[in-house]
């Protein structure tokens, strides 16, 4: 027992081992064997003072414990850590399967002829008191607290299995979750649906419809831009531990290319995911560099459980579809090495073979004030007609540098972009012959101001690959995969900043968690330090999907809010963000605001799993799947660049009177 | 050759045969064989005066047709239809498959092998031109034009294979249609999404967006009542032939019980169904009433496709989600018989064996007038007790008798229910023992006139079960289909009335075909009798879905429109509307609402295929199967009675500025 990293945020269960079984799997042919389970824990019955009887549910089933007082300490004693576990909290217990004498045994669940006997004991995630306690089927709570707290009610079996019934798909349960979601106080990406005035009821469940004589304030759903809060919501309720859905989202970005307002994405969410790399082994790194970056190419956070879903169906499609074989593994990299190597965080590695002769990687050079290094990249001889035209770049601020022969390369490249006497080489000098061209360009150290997911020098070597192409007709392989992992948890995005007011701003979401390694870093306000339990799924310099393992444990999330992203004591967002939205618009957010976010909080707090998920782009995918220019040839009825419909000729005006149901008139 | 229903409408392709083959299945083992195919006409290449070839295209793929001058008159002569039907026309073409010469075969299609040596034709519809040629692939039409007539670019293979590329199921595509789609003249029912004025585009898509300075009209997208129209206009692209989606449904139905804004569909729609019966025997009728009504329970309209579909889903999900087993036919009755032995046209057939000594069969007496008929329903004297309740009943107008031994019943009907004189028996009178009680009511012979889908005497019978159910603690069976059919295609609703300004309007939605035999009935305006080829199917007296096979002739369509439903020459409905919609609000629509409809009516123009659909209601269909009270006890988030969201507490209000993005303001 005992945390590895003390910490305010009493942070359980950060590095659970994973189960062995689920509960309804449990039979009396295991007796003798030692199983690991995770789920909910119920209320304690004492059989005497020396042991009692729980029972331990999870979403396939329910199974009885018998745990006895241990010859240990107090302290690590599991019955009097159990005892002191509120009811509905979530753990993981090991313990050894054993068959209930005939008298006891219960024909009613399938585990009925067996009980476990505890010999480890984890807390994940302690539960606060609940509102209604789910399971007491006999007296269950009223309809607006069950529908207020819908997902603690689909905790409860009958209903939980309602939803199960609807799914089509072994193992993971499709669930379709609301698109009428309510508008977020940053709302600048969301479509709005407002609401007829008569329909309209006030927030409170139990309150009356406005009536239609006094003129009401007009009320507005928001379509759905992610699943995200409903789908944490869902695994949180325990009711369904693996859920997916092909997800119809709605963001309104005007403008952006190859964009539509509304599009598919394939979501998925897991609960019991792991907070730590798992022993499964990585395989062999197909795009691998040697030395230094050696341990950055290897799956070091949480969520493995993800990852080989998602990998195994990314093959299954490429096999499918395209009749492709893909390697068993898609091949990780840090944020760190993407941005240094690649100056990219989705980089295109196609370009490894397809640019044989110019250096492929990025180098880095740390200036001696130790907070600014300079990104270049050496160009041969021989490559460097094609250069000239990249040399232009200069009048877009990057700094470029010729090497002379014998002159210390160091020196030069100081005096050439102006940085003299803050040179510091960080490797013993590169072996530069006469005429090589270095282009080089500064950058902060830490790569938390971000700009676009790619640094200058990033830009110039996507710029430097399409040259090559155009020059030597170079053939790309056709699929490059790669993970990144370990992004930054917080940044100080610039085009963010005037939201936020200078403040840290999360890269993804709020809900990303830290890296355990990082959680002191959290506690020391390290802030620009903390990496994030998240995974980008990148296939040839294209983000294909993203995801993380999210906090589970209300105190960490509060934590995240009140000291890093200061949104006063629980500000927070509304349930329709996405990861591409700046979050957090005013430093003081309005009551109504603060309660816009209280159920995941909440939700939390009464016996949250440990969970993750991701989300693929499917009309991206399938764009790179059938070689299309564009999303819309893989869309029967696209949108315009502009979100019209060409074909249906939306969106259109509508009369003055029907504006006036909603409360509604033109300007 | 020859129609048999000759008429101004010029109906191709009534009653063709079903073709036994896809193009991309003729191969050269098939040589000497006779197939029927159905698909494209490409235009003619000639060999000779007595001799051309053609190549005929499906969604499968594409073969080469060679047609000779057979002997016969001109009229009747291939050679001769074929090169007057225009390029891009749907047909069916009879013919014996040919090995081709050597030389001549093609190795880039997979059918280039062969050759069909065309002996039949029949024209299914005809197409105008087309105003770009999509199988041109050299020449490809600018992206505007091809952008507006999405439909027809999706004819073009290499489209079409992208969207089939999405499909996750053999046979049937699953294809997403867009939910943001136009406003509808009428659209009381329909969610509107405000578009932001800098993105707002004018209709026409080469258009500048609308200046920020100007105050511009706020525009507006409406979410997807249902994929109606969208999924029409796949079909009729002939790229997709077989097209299926679940799709989420938005409908603002204030305070309908047991209805959710946002909803979940089984929609599938499919080219070339026919128009007449098959000859796919209908099996055994399990609910059928032998004697006047044997031929109203056999499926006497197209769509035997659809239907088999269909029933071979629902055994599947029965048996899967339930294990049970259902009889291989889910049983048929006409509208007709539905209203007249049933009072409704989603009859619950679990009380016919429930109420054994209750007469459950609704009677008929004709009165002299011809107009008019008297329901009527039977009650033996050892149920009388439990009918006090229902003589409650006529202070809500239901007029009831009671038989008096000897006297002639007719005569004391027609005194009871003060129609002296007007009764005329329309058969040999009922053995009906002394104090038997007859409960009756008169009502109009045509139901045209729709009474929310039942009769007086059919709420009678209902509440005759309940009562049953109360007094005997009836068991009833547990799931009892049919599908019902034959509605009649046009209706005077009297909720729609005052809608529609007494004119007739779609009772079910204006794309429903008329039956193949009542054409002529269309065209002497005697459209009380004309009959639909819709059909619903009906589950324990809840209708679980509905779908019809579709006009595919645009004159046809132009007739019901303009001779029936009086909507000026080409006055149409939206894209959004659904078929419980009531479409017609105004004589006469502005010319913006008559474009809104002129996409589906060209496209029938093009070269539309025969096609017909269904659409399956998935919560009801899960809450029957779950059996639950509510249809929120199988979604995860459902929305109140009232349309809020108590966990993520939607609707609710915005900020003025946000408001002004979309040019609008509160009242």
């Known amino acids: 027992g005992g945390h590895r990293f003390a910490s305010s945020v009493a942070l359980d269960g950060q590095h659970f081992a994973y189960r062995t079984r689920v509960c309804q799997e449990v039979k009396a042919e295991d007796a003798g064997q ?6 909910w824990l119920s209320a304690e019955r004492k059989i005497s003072k020396k042991a009692s ?14 745990v006895r007082r241990s010859g240990e300490s107090d302290l690590e004693d599991p019955l009097t850590k159990m005892s002191r576990t509120p009811e509905e909290s979530v753990v993981s217990v090991l313990g050894r399967v054993k068959l209930r004498p005939q008298s006891s045994k219960n024909a009613n669940v399938s585990t009925g002829d067996v009980e476990l006997e505890v010999e480890g004991f984890e807390l994940l995630n302690a539960a606060d008191e609940l509102p209604f306690y789910p399971h007491d089927e006999h007296n269950l709570a009223n309809e607006d607290l069950r529908a207020k707290y819908r997902y603690l009610d689909l905790r409860r079996p009958a209903l939980a299995n309602n939803i199960k019934m609807r799914s089509r798909v072994a193992h993971f349960v499709e669930v379709e979750t609301p698109m009428l979601l309510q508008t977020s106080p940053e709302g600048a990406r969301e479509y709005l649906v407002p609401a007829r005035l008569s329909s309209a009821m006030t927030n409170a469940p139990s309150s009356t419809p406005s009536s239609s004589a006094i003129p009401a304030a007009p009320q507005f759903y928001a379509l759905s831009q992610s699943p995200q809060q409903p789908k944490q919501l869902l695994v949180c309720s325990g009711g369904i531990e693996k859920y997916f859905q ?8 005007d403008g952006r290319k190859d964009r539509q307002p509304e599009f598919t994405q394939v979501d998925l969410e897991m609960a019991f995911v792991s907070w730590s790399p798992s022993a499964i082994p990585n395989g062999e790194q197909h795009h691998s560099i040697p030395g230094e970056y050696a341990d950055e190419q290897r799956w070091r956070i949480g ?13 299954e499609v490429w096999q499918t579809a395209l009749g492709a074989e893909l390697p068993p593994n898609l091949g990780v990299m840090t944020y760190r090495m993407a941005m240094e190597k690649y100056g990219s965080d989705k980089p295109d590695l196609r370009m490894n073979s397809a640019l044989p002769r110019s250096s492929t990687h990025i180098g880095q050079i740390t200036l001696s004030d130790s907070k600014r290094v300079i990104d270049y990249l050496v160009v041969p001889r021989e490559d460097q007609e094609m250069l000239k035209e990249l040399m232009a770049l200069r009048e877009a601020g990057v700094q470029s540098y010729v090497v002379d022969g014998k002159m210390a390369w160091e020196e030069g490249l100081a005096r050439e972009l102006d940085l003299s006497g803050n040179v510091q ?6 072996e530069l012959p006469e005429g090589t061209l270095l282009i080089g360009c500064a950058r902060d150290k830490y790569l938390t101001v971000r700009q676009g997911g790619s640094t200058s020098m990033g830009k110039i070597r996507l710029r430097l690959s399409e040259l090559a192409e155009q020059k030597y007709g170079l053939a790309y392989p056709k699929y490059c995969f790669t993970w990144i992992t370990e ?6 995005d610039e085009d963010k900043e005037f939201m936020a007011h200078g403040r840290w701003s999360s890269t993804h979401h709020p809900f990303t968690a830290p890296m355990l390694e990082d959680l002191p870093l959290l506690e020391q306000g390290r802030y620009e330090k903390v990496r994030g339990q998240h995974y980008d799924l990148v296939l040839n310099g294209m983000e294909i999907g993203g995801g993380s393992v999210r906090v589970h444990s209300a105190k960490l999330q509060e934590k995240i809010f009140r000291d890093v992203l200061q949104v006063g004591s629980v500000e927070l967002v509304g349930p329709n963000f996405c990861y591409t939205n700046s979050l957090f618009t005013t430093t003081q957010l309005t009551e109504t605001e603060i309660k816009s976010f209280d159920h995941l909080l909440k939700a939390l707090k009464y016996g949250a799993p440990p969970h993750g998920g991701i989300a693929l782009g499917f009309d991206r995918l399938m ?22 419909d060409p074909v249906f000729r939306s969106p259109s005006g509508i009369p003055d009177e029907t504006l006036r149901l909603y409360g509604l008139r033109s300007m």
């Open 487 to 492: 992004f930054p948890l917080f940044s100080k």
């Open 623 to 644: 764009s790179i799947i059938c070689d299309t220019k564009s999303i819309r040839d893989v869309i029967a009825f696209p949108k315009t660049a502009g979100g019209t």
């Open 303 to 315: 969520g493995t459980e993800i990852r080989n879903v998602i990998e195994n169906v990314i093959c």
């Open 34 to 39: 030692t199983v690991r389970l995770a789920g």
């Open 246 to 253: 092909f997800a119809r989202c709605f963001r309104d970005e």
């Open 53 to 66: 009887f729980y029972s331990l549910r999870d979403a396939s089933g329910i199974i009885q414990l018998i």
């Open 425 to 430: 080489a960080t490797r013993s000098g590169l």
